[in-house]
């Protein structure tokens, strides 16, 4: 066996490829995931989510790399030696068989006894608020409620990781936002490695311990949900999760990690350094919304003066649309709450937008 | 709005659809009502009687009958299973076996005996029958009828398979299960409903058969159409009428209960 760097890691894939054919579905992944961890891996659609995490169950073999579970590699385990289940996107819940035979199957399949198997059904089923559903087939149930009994099922034989392909996403959102905080009670509470595959970033930001975003089968960042939205390291992560102002910017110098950049316009800013930005470099920078402050008059910092283009209502936040003179347009939140505090600028106005510290982030590429 | 106008009437559709309805329709019910007749005659009303299926079960004709009857299910009932059997697998290799070489050619070869003149297969299997030695009799007949059972088993079949989703299975192999497993336990279970409306198709094909078990059966030997049609070359007497009544009676409750089962579906 290769000498492991990691032996507490429950999940390390190393230099994974994945081809169909002449597809390149995965590109070199590498990825090392802790025990007792909620990791996410999100990314749009058809970037190769559902391919690794095939390939950890075991339905796909890697054609380059290779995928160790507790240091052991895992290539030749068929899926059904392999001590991790998974929670289907469209549940899989075997039709013929009530809820009970559902989620007793697999304990029953390791050899257990079917009253042992019954009684830790019972158990799970608690766990999940479903023992009045018990007899019942899954199609008697709502969308939910399947949902729940598939989750069941999967922790039912006490796996060492467990595999949840957007479990989330046929349901309403209400019901969607009541599962997220149910999951991470109960990867909490069984201690369990979930790797949980989502589109939604904010699903991702809400519950994941650690994401992995992904485009076009390569990993862009892994990091803490925090550390992704606030320090996002590329173009695309900054972009693909939550919302941001993308702005073009010159590097004009950099003393002490700071970086003096202007642009369009002649605005200048001044934000931290970022490794692999130098001097005289044409970057990206990407600054959140709600980290933007208008004012009438200018601060001393970073305060650029623009006009007020609109201001559209989104419930929770007021977003203001300002073009910046001569310069490119910018989106400032502003939550409804500060409102009795802050002054609202009709449109047409002038007004200056100034940065909170460290809110401006230079990205690579 | 004018009926005439209405692009859902076409004129002459409704004559055209009494009158082929009447010239299908009309000779069974004749028969139907015919066999409980008194008379001996097979064209004069002589009033209700049910002395010709009495006839059949006591008269003259009732031994050769209930022989024929009887090779009749047996052949059916063992050409069915087996059809069913090999149906089952064929149909679980060619769908769920994922894309090997032979596949097209395979699918081709299951459902090309549909296609073949009933009369050419009975011909090639005498032949081939004669040219192997194999001496005629109940055996001969079997394996004829599990030959051309074979497609119309195999249809609803794989029909039903189709309409299953693989991840059943891969969710019983995550969950531990052996790939027997996955198929005893979740596979077979929910094609059950395709797997016995094949095994009636096939009951139904095999009892019915006339040509090609005309051909391949020994001297001696008869099945119901068989010996219907024996019976029928001396003179036609009403007995026959009853017979085929019995006969029009299992089919329709069979068709019945194939369709009845087929409806019934265990992945909603
Ligand atoms: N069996 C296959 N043969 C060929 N290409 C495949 C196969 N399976 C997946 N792909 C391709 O691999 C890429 C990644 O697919 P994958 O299903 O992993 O995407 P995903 O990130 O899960 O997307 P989604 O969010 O839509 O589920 C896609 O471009 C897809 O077309
Ligand atoms: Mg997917």
């Known amino acids: ?365 | 709005m004018k009926r005439r106008n209405d692009i859902k009437h076409y004129t002459g559709f409704l004559p055209l659809t009494l009158l082929c309805l009447f010239i299908l329709y009309t000779p069974l019910i004749v028969v139907m009502v015919y066999s409980f007749n008194e008379s001996t005659s097979i064209t004069t009303w002589g009033g209700f009687s049910l002395k010709w299926y009495v006839d059949v079960f006591t008269g003259p004709e009732s031994a050769k009958f209930k022989q024929a009857a009887w090779n009749s299910f047996v052949i059916a009932i063992a050409a069915a299973t087996t059809a069913t059997i090999i149906a089952t697998l064929a149909a679980t290799a060619i769908i769920r076996g994922g894309r090997f070489k032979l596949r097209l050619p395979s699918l081709g070869l299951i459902s090309l005996p549909l296609m073949v003149p009933e009369i050419v297969t009975a011909v090639a299997l005498l032949i081939f029958y004669n040219f192997i030695g194999f001496s005629r009799g109940m055996m001969t007949i079997l394996v004829a009828h599990i030959v051309f059972c074979i497609p119309f088993a195999y249809m609803p079949i794989a029909a039903r398979m189709q309409g299953i989703e693989d991840t059943y299975e891969q969710a019983a192999l995550d969950l531990y299960a052996t790939r027997f497993e996955a198929f005893t336990k979740i596979l077979l279970p929910l094609m059950l409903p395709g797997i016995i409306s094949g095994y009636l198709l096939a009951f139904i094909i095999s009892l019915d058969d006339f040509i090609i078990t005309n051909f391949v059966k020994g001297a001696g030997v008869e099945t119901l159409p068989t010996a219907i049609f024996g019976s029928v070359k001396q003179g036609i007497r009403p007995n026959i009428m009853a017979i085929s009544t019995m006969l029009l009676a299992v089919s329709m409750l069979i068709v019945t209960l194939s369709y009845l089962i087929s409806k019934t579906d265990k992945t909603k």
Request: aromatic residues 6%; hydrophobic residues 40%; glycine residues 8%.
């Open chain 1, 1 to 365: 066996m290769p000498l492991n760097k990691d032996a507490t890691a429950a999940i390390d894939v190393r230099n994974a490829v994945k081809r169909y054919g002449d597809f390149t579905a995965l590109k070199t992944i590498s990825l090392s995931i802790r025990d007792n961890e909620f990791f996410t891996l999100l990314g749009p659609s058809g970037c190769g989510k559902t391919t690794l995490l095939r390939m950890i169950a075991g339905f796909e073999d890697v054609t380059e790399g290779a995928i160790f579970l507790f240091g052991k590699e895992i290539e030749n385990l068929p899926p059904n030696k392999r001590p991790i289940n998974t929670v289907f996107q469209n549940y899989a819940l075997f039709p013929h068989m009530t809820v009970t035979d559902n989620v007793a199957f697999g304990v029953q399949r390791l050899g257990k006894s079917r009253q042992e198997a019954l009684r830790r059904a019972g158990e799970m089923l608690e766990l999940v608020q479903l023992s009045q559903f018990a007899e019942r087939k899954p199609a008697q149930l709502s969308g939910g409620q399947q949902q729940r009994v598939a989750l069941a099922r999967a922790l039912a034989p006490s796996p060492k990781v467990l595999l949840l392909d957007e479990p989330l996403s046929a349901l309403d959102l209400k019901l969607r936002q009541a599962m997220r905080f149910e999951l991470k009670e109960i990867q909490r509470e069984t201690g369990i490695t979930f790797i949980f595959v989502t589109h939604d970033q904010e699903e991702a930001l809400t519950m994941s311990d650690r994401i992995a975003v992904m485009s076009s089968g390569e990993v862009q960042q892994l990091g803490e949900a925090r550390e992704i939205y606030e320090k996002p390291r590329n173009m695309f992560v900054a972009d693909f999760i939550g919302e941001t102002n993308l702005l073009e910017v010159f590097v004009d110098k950099i003393v002490e990690g700071r970086a003096m950049c202007h642009l369009g316009g002649g605005h200048a800013l001044t934000c931290d350094a970022v490794e692999g930005v130098g001097e005289g470099a044409k970057v990206h920078m990407s600054i959140r919304p709600e980290r933007l402050v208008l004012s009438e008059t200018e601060a001393p910092e970073n305060s650029l003066r623009g006009t007020v283009h609109d201001n559209i209502f989104v419930g929770t936040d007021i977003q203001s649309v300002i073009d910046l003179d001569d310069g490119p347009r910018m989106l400032v939140r502003t939550s409804n709450s500060d409102r009795g505090k802050k002054h609202l600028f009709e449109r047409g106005a002038t007004a200056y937008v100034t940065m909170e510290g460290g809110a401006a982030r230079l990205l690579v590429d």
